[in-house]
Structure formats: structure tokens, C-alpha cells
């Protein structure tokens, strides 16, 4: 399959760049004039850059041409690396227009990055959460113009997919992205540094494979998953965090161990993602061979 990455040349972009090769694809690598790399370590010609600009739409219709899906991950990553205004407008136009510019070329399934933070989280003054573990039906009380504009994403996202019923549309609420769990975790020490995020992670391997198993998800439609690993990065008990540092939020669901703050069943029975796998093996679901819906 040829496969559009958006934000190709950063931290995640590299790894799904990469492990779409791994498994078969043809990529088109996109990002911005700056950002295109002089040389990407991948062999000659296995990957096509396209530079753009993807808030302007006359930009983004020819990088997105004579590609098969796309794979949305550029984005300002952050609420505070730029004015608020500017992280909000670059989220936004930037998913609406390659959006638009999928169904103009008739993209056969699409994948986007969002966060766990589209229901608040490590940006919000006061973080609610109604239950744990976090679910993806838990409704949002972002406040700050990351999560907001990956909330927006979502329901752009959403959007699209009602007007093309037959076409995957997958939203991946990804968090702090790690090379493994070696990298991700922290002492007990650091446990008041994440509770508004829920202690959470992922590695960029499994966070990649969920990318390309969504892109040959079974059925239609918007879905949005939480693609968080299975332990938390701390080392302290989750009950023991969730008492200490939650201690109003009802426990619907095992909290056992260093389990995870976020449900993932989801992502294993519809996409088949295995999140306590740090580092998969290549899939036959993510493989260029595999079957993509229409
Ligand atoms: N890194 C994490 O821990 C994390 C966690 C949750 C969600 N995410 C999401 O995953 C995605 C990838 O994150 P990342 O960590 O690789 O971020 P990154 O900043 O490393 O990469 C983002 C890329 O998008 C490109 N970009 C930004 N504006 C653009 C524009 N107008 N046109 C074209 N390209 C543009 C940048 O040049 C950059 O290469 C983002 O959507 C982010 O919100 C990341």
C-alpha cells in the first residue's frame, strides 16, 4: 500500500516512516520545507518526500496525491511551544485540510494522531477524571489549546467519516512516546510530576504497530482508541497512586499491579494491538499484502 505519513521527519514520524517500510509499503513523506531531511538513512529512493506546508490547502492537495492512505501525525505536539493561538490554528486547519484532501483523492483509509490529553491531562490546572481505568467513552474537560485542537481532531475526523461511509477513519489517543520502559519510567520520587497524566506511556515500536493495524482495520467508520502501554511508569502500586493522588475518582475496572490508568480493550478486540507488547514483530495485519476495507 502507498502510504502518506504526515510529519514524517519527527519523533514519531521517523518510527512509523520506518516500520511501514518494515512491512511492505511505499511511503510519501511529508512535512514541512525545513523539516525534509537531506538524508533520511532509508535506502535510496525507498521513501518520497513531499514538502509542505499542510495549513495551506494548495499545499496539501498535491503532497496527498497518488497515495492509497494517510497517516496524520503532524501537529504543534505541545500547548505551550508556540502562542496559544498558533498551536490551536496549525492543529485544526492542518487535519481539516489533509481531511479534505484524503476524500478529494479518494484515500482508501485513514489514521490520526491524537492524544490522550483530547480529554485533558498533563495540560490542564486541575485534570477530572469521572472513573479509572480511563476509557474512551470518558467525556472531555480539556481546557488548554493542545488537548482542545485534539479534541477537535477527533470530531474532524469523525466528520469526514460520516461523508465517506465505507472508509476506516482511526484516531489514536497516543501518550509520551518512548523508546521502551527502561526510558519511560521514574521513581517514586517523580510520581507528583505525572498525576494529572495518569502515569502513562508507549512505546514508538508498538505505538507504530498500532498505526498500520488501524490502517487495516476490519470495518468502517470513525473509532478512537487509546494506544497507552499496559504498565505505567511508575514504580509505586496504581492503587496506591490512584488513593493518593485521585482519591475521588470511583475504580470501575482492575487497577492491579502497575496496571495502566487507560483501558485498551478496545484496541485489542477491534485492531488486534497488544499493549503490553513494547517492541511487536511485524504483523500480518500491518502488512502491505493485508486487505484494506472499502
Ligand atoms: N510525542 C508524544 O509523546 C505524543 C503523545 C501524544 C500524541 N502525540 C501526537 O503524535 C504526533 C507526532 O508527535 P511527535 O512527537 O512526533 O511530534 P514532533 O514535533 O516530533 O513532529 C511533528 C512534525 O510535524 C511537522 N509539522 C508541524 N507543523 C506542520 C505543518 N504546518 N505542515 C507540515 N508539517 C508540520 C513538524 O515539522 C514535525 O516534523 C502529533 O500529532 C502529536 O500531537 C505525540
Same mark, same amino acid.
Given at each position: 500500500m502507498r502510504i502518506a505519513v504526515t510529519g514524517a521527519a519527527g519523533g514519531f514520524g521517523r518510527h512509523v516512516v520506518a516500520r511501514a517500510l518494515l512491512a511492505g509499503h511505499d511511503v510519501v513523506a511529508i512535512d514541512? +520545507?525545513?523539516?525534509?531531511?537531506? #538524508? *533520511? @538513512?532509508h535506502e535510496a529512493g525507498a521513501v518520497e518526500w513531499r514538502a509542505a506546508d499542510l495549513v495551506a490547502i494548495d499545499e496539501v492537495r498535491p503532497a496527498l496525491a497518488g497515495v492509497e492512505a494517510m497517516v496524520h501525525l503532524a501537529a504543534i505536539p505541545s500547548a505551550h511551544a508556540l502562542p496559544e493561538p498558533q498551536v490551536h490554528a $496549525? /492543529?485544526? &486547519? !492542518?487535519?481539516? /485540510?489533509?481531511?479534505?484532501?484524503a476524500e478529494e483523492h479518494g484515500l482508501d483509509a485513514v489514521c490520526s494522531a491524537s492524544s490522550v490529553n483530547a480529554i485533558g491531562g498533563?495540560? &490542564? %490546572?486541575?485534570?477530572?477524571?469521572?472513573?479509572?481505568?480511563? #476509557?474512551?467513552?470518558h467525556p472531555t474537560y480539556c481546557e488548554d489549546p493542545y488537548g482542545l485542537s485534539k479534541w477537535i @481532531?477527533?470530531?474532524? !475526523?469523525? &466528520?469526514?467519516?460520516?461523508?465517506? +461511509? @465505507? $472508509?476506516?477513519?482511526?484516531?489514536?489517543r497516543l501518550h509520551a512516546l518512548r523508546d *521502551?520502559?527502561?526510558?519511560?519510567?521514574? &521513581?517514586?520520587?517523580? *510520581?507528583?510530576?505525572r498525576w494529572r497524566d495518569l502515569w502513562g506511556w508507549v512505546s514508538f *515500536? !508498538? %505505538?507504530?504497530?498500532?498505526?498500520?493495524l488501524a490502517l487495516h482495520r476490519g470495518h468502517p467508520g470513525h473509532s478512537v482508541y487509546n494506544i497507552v502501554a499496559k504498565r505505567t511508569g511508575s514504580s509505586t502500586l496504581s492503587a496506591e497512586l490512584a488513593r493518593h493522588w485521585h482519591p475521588? $475518582? +470511583?475504580?470501575e475496572g482492575s487497577l492491579a499491579g502497575t496496571a495502566g490508568f487507560y483501558s485498551t480493550e478496545k484496541a485489542l $478486540?477491534?485492531? @488486534?494491538w497488544d499493549a503490553g507488547d513494547e517492541h511487536p514483530a511485524i504483523s500480518d495485519g500491518e502488512r502491505s499484502e493485508s486487505a484494506v476495507p472499502r
Open positions: 514541512l +520545507p525545513a523539516a525534509v531531511p537531506q #538524508d *533520511d @538513512g $496549525v /492543529n485544526v &486547519s !492542518s487535519t481539516y /485540510n489533509v481531511l479534505l484532501a498533563i495540560f &490542564s %490546572a486541575r485534570p477530572r477524571y469521572d472513573r479509572f481505568p480511563v #476509557d474512551e467513552e @481532531g477527533e470530531q474532524q !475526523s469523525a &466528520s469526514f467519516a460520516r461523508r465517506r +461511509p @465505507g $472508509v476506516p477513519f482511526s484516531a489514536l *521502551d520502559y527502561e526510558s519511560a519510567v521514574w &521513581s517514586a520520587a517523580e *510520581d507528583e510530576f *515500536d !508498538s %505505538a507504530a504497530a498500532a498505526v498500520l475521588q $475518582v +470511583p475504580i $478486540v477491534e485492531l @488486534g
